[in-house]
Protein backbone atom coordinates (compact mmCIF):
# COMPACT_ATOMS: atom_id res chain seq x y z
CA UNK A 1 0.00 0.00 0.00
CA UNK A 2 0.84 3.77 -0.73
CA UNK A 3 2.43 5.52 2.07
CA UNK A 4 3.76 8.67 2.49
CA UNK A 5 5.45 9.50 5.80
CA UNK A 6 6.21 13.33 6.34
CA UNK A 7 8.45 14.29 9.30
CA UNK A 8 10.93 17.48 10.24
CA UNK A 9 8.01 19.98 11.63
CA UNK A 10 8.30 21.46 14.88
CA UNK A 11 8.76 25.12 16.65
CA UNK A 12 10.92 27.53 14.86
CA UNK A 13 11.82 31.10 15.57
CA UNK A 14 10.50 33.69 12.78
CA UNK A 15 13.25 33.88 10.33
CA UNK A 16 14.63 30.48 11.25
CA UNK A 17 14.75 27.01 9.07
CA UNK A 18 13.09 23.94 9.34
CA UNK A 19 14.01 20.70 6.45
CA UNK A 20 11.19 18.67 6.16
CA UNK A 21 11.31 15.22 4.80
CA UNK A 22 8.56 13.12 2.80
CA UNK A 23 9.73 9.16 2.74
CA UNK A 24 7.88 7.18 0.18
CA UNK A 25 7.03 3.09 0.15
CA UNK A 26 4.25 1.57 -2.32
CA UNK A 27 5.00 3.79 -5.06
CA UNK A 28 7.39 3.96 -8.28
CA UNK A 29 9.05 7.38 -6.71
CA UNK A 30 11.07 7.91 -9.71
CA UNK A 31 7.83 8.23 -11.62
CA UNK A 32 5.61 10.62 -9.45
CA UNK A 33 5.80 14.21 -8.79
CA UNK A 34 6.23 15.46 -6.00
CA UNK A 35 4.57 18.17 -3.86
CA UNK A 36 4.25 19.94 -0.98
CA UNK A 37 1.04 21.35 0.46
CA UNK A 38 0.19 23.47 3.52
CA UNK A 39 -3.12 24.17 5.28
CA UNK A 40 -3.34 26.86 8.14
CA UNK A 41 -6.09 27.02 10.18
CA UNK A 42 -9.16 28.17 8.91
CA UNK A 43 -7.89 28.15 5.53
CA UNK A 44 -8.14 25.77 2.51
CA UNK A 45 -4.95 23.13 1.56
CA UNK A 46 -2.90 25.16 -0.72
CA UNK A 47 0.24 24.72 -2.85
CA UNK A 48 3.78 24.85 -1.88
CA UNK A 49 6.09 23.20 -4.18
CA UNK A 50 6.46 20.70 -6.63
CA UNK A 51 9.15 18.72 -8.36
CA UNK A 52 8.64 16.69 -11.14
CA UNK A 53 10.02 13.39 -12.22
CA UNK A 54 12.40 15.05 -14.50
CA UNK A 55 13.26 17.76 -11.52
CA UNK A 56 10.93 20.38 -12.50
CA UNK A 57 10.49 22.58 -9.86
CA UNK A 58 7.62 24.92 -9.23
CA UNK A 59 6.67 27.24 -6.21
CA UNK A 60 3.63 29.45 -4.66
CA UNK A 61 4.88 33.13 -4.71
CA UNK A 62 4.82 33.00 -1.28
CA UNK A 63 7.64 31.04 -1.14
CA UNK A 64 9.97 31.82 -3.78
CA UNK A 65 13.50 32.53 -2.72
CA UNK A 66 13.44 31.10 0.84
CA UNK A 67 11.80 27.31 0.27
CA UNK A 68 13.77 25.07 -1.57
CA UNK A 69 11.92 21.02 -2.76
CA UNK A 70 14.47 18.47 -3.95
CA UNK A 71 14.29 14.56 -4.22
CA UNK A 72 16.29 11.48 -3.69
CA UNK A 73 15.02 8.78 -5.87
CA UNK A 74 17.52 6.33 -4.59
CA UNK A 75 15.83 7.65 -1.22
CA UNK A 76 12.58 7.64 -2.01
CA UNK A 77 12.59 10.82 -0.36
CA UNK A 78 11.41 14.77 -0.77
CA UNK A 79 12.27 17.21 1.17
CA UNK A 80 11.72 20.77 1.45
CA UNK A 81 14.43 23.50 3.13
CA UNK A 82 12.60 26.17 4.90
CA UNK A 83 14.35 28.96 5.41
CA UNK A 84 13.94 32.94 6.27
CA UNK A 85 10.30 31.38 8.13
CA UNK A 86 7.78 33.94 8.95
CA UNK A 87 4.89 33.33 11.46
CA UNK A 88 2.11 33.41 8.19
CA UNK A 89 4.03 30.10 7.14
CA UNK A 90 2.75 28.28 10.06
CA UNK A 91 0.88 25.26 9.13
CA UNK A 92 0.24 21.77 8.65
CA UNK A 93 2.63 20.53 6.01
CA UNK A 94 1.73 18.10 3.64
CA UNK A 95 3.65 15.41 1.15
CA UNK A 96 1.51 14.61 -2.11
CA UNK A 97 2.37 12.22 -5.06
CA UNK A 98 0.92 11.92 -8.40
CA UNK A 99 1.35 10.03 -11.27
CA UNK A 100 -2.09 9.70 -12.19
CA UNK A 101 -3.25 8.92 -8.63
CA UNK A 102 -2.99 11.86 -6.10
CA UNK A 103 -1.72 9.94 -2.75
CA UNK A 104 -1.05 12.81 0.52
CA UNK A 105 0.61 11.75 3.59
CA UNK A 106 -0.82 12.90 7.40
CA UNK A 107 1.21 16.13 7.25
CA UNK A 108 3.85 17.53 10.31
CA UNK A 109 2.93 20.49 12.01
CA UNK A 110 5.22 23.87 11.76
CA UNK A 111 4.76 26.58 14.45
CA UNK A 112 6.42 29.56 13.94
CA UNK A 113 6.67 31.53 16.75
CA UNK A 114 8.92 33.75 18.88
Known amino acids: QVQLVESGGGLVQPGGSLRLSCAAS????????MGWYRQAPGKERELVATISSGGTTNYADSVKGRFTISRDNAKKTVYLQMNSLKPEDAAVYYC????????WGKGTLVTVSS
Open 96 to 103: SSRHGMRY
Open 26 to 33: GIIFSANT
